[in-house]
T-cell receptor
Framework: GDSVTQMEGPVTLSEEAFLTINCTYT??????LFWYVQYPGEGLQLLLK?????DKGSNKGFEATYRKETTSFHLEKGSVQVSDSAVYFC???????????FGAGTRLAVHP | EAQVTQNPRYLITVTGKKLTVTCSQN?????MSWYRQDPGLGLRQIYY???????DKGDVPEGYKVSRKEKRNFPLILESPSPNQTSLYFC??????????????FGPGTRLTVL
C-alpha cells in the first residue's frame, strides 16, 4: 500500500543553517505530495505542495521538488530561523479526498 | 475566519467513561476526518465522512464511533475509553474543486488521557 518515510529526528540546527528533511514515498501512480507543519500546541498547517512530477512547491522560504525518479519530496530551506522550530510531516493522499498518509514527522529545533 | 474547531482541547478521563469530542468547520466542506497522532507513527485516520450521513472506517477505527448529522459537525465518540486511546486527536476537513482537492484543514487538536 501507499506509504511515506521521513528521516528521523530530532534535527537540531543553529539559526541561519541550511535545512534538509528527507521524504520518500511509495504510491500507485503520481499523487500530489504535501508538507505540513505543526507548531507547538497547534494543529497541522499546509506548508507547501506539488501536484505533478518535477513541480517545485515553495512557501515561507521552504522548497520541495517532486522527484518521481527517486520517489522523493525532500524539504529544504537555505537559512532557518528560531521561529521555524516545529514538527514537519510529509504526506500524500490515498483513497481519494478522504485520507492523507503521513510520515512519522520530523521535529526541528533551531537555536539562536 | 475559515477554521476547524474542536472541543475540549484537553481531557483527562477514566477507563470506561463515555466521552465525545466535538468538531465543527465553517467552510462548507463535504469531507471530514478524524486522526490520532502518536509518537513515531505520525497521524493515522480513524474515521472519515464524505457528506451528511455518509461515514466510513479509516485505518484505526476500533473503539471509536462517529456521526455526521449536519454538514458542519463531525463528533468523535468513545463509548468505553481505554488507556491505549490516550493520544492527540485532530479533526480535519477538506472540500473539492479550485485546485484544493485533498488539502485538509486541521483543528487545533484534543489531547486525551485515559487513566
Amino acid at each position: 500500500g501507499d506509504s511515506v518515510t521521513q528521516m528521523e529526528g530530532p534535527v537540531t540546527l543553529s539559526e541561519e543553517a541550511f535545512l534538509t528533511i528527507n521524504c520518500t514515498y511509495t504510491a500507485t501512480g503520481y499523487p500530489s505530495l504535501f508538507w505540513y507543519v505543526q507548531y507547538p500546541g497547534e494543529g497541522l498547517q499546509l506548508l507547501l505542495k506539488a501536484t505533478k512530477a518535477d513541480d517545485k512547491g515553495s512557501n515561507k522560504g521552504f522548497e520541495a521538488t517532486y522527484r518521481k525518479e527517486t520517489t522523493s519530496f525532500h524539504l529544504e530551506k537555505g537559512s532557518v530561523q528560531v521561529s521555524d522550530s516545529a514538527v514537519y510531516f510529509c504526506a500524500l493522499p490515498s483513497g481519494g479526498y478522504n485520507k492523507l498518509i503521513f510520515g512519522a514527522g520530523t521535529r526541528l529545533a533551531v537555536h539562536p | 475566519e475559515a477554521q476547524v474547531t474542536q472541543n475540549p482541547r484537553y481531557l483527562i478521563t477514566v477507563t470506561g467513561k463515555k466521552l465525545t469530542v466535538t468538531c465543527s468547520q465553517n467552510m462548507n466542506h463535504e469531507y471530514m476526518s478524524w486522526y490520532r497522532q502518536d509518537p513515531g507513527l505520525g497521524l493515522r485516520q480513524i474515521y472519515y465522512s464524505m457528506n451528511v450521513e455518509v461515514t466510513d472506517k479509516g485505518d484505526v477505527p476500533e473503539g471509536y464511533k462517529v456521526s455526521r448529522k449536519e454538514k458542519r459537525n463531525f463528533p468523535l465518540i468513545l463509548e468505553s475509553p481505554s488507556p491505549n486511546q490516550t493520544s492527540l486527536y485532530f479533526c480535519a476537513s477538506s472540500g473539492g474543486g479550485g485546485g484544493r482537492i485533498n488539502e485538509q484543514f486541521f483543528g487545533p487538536g484534543t489531547r486525551l488521557t485515559v487513566l
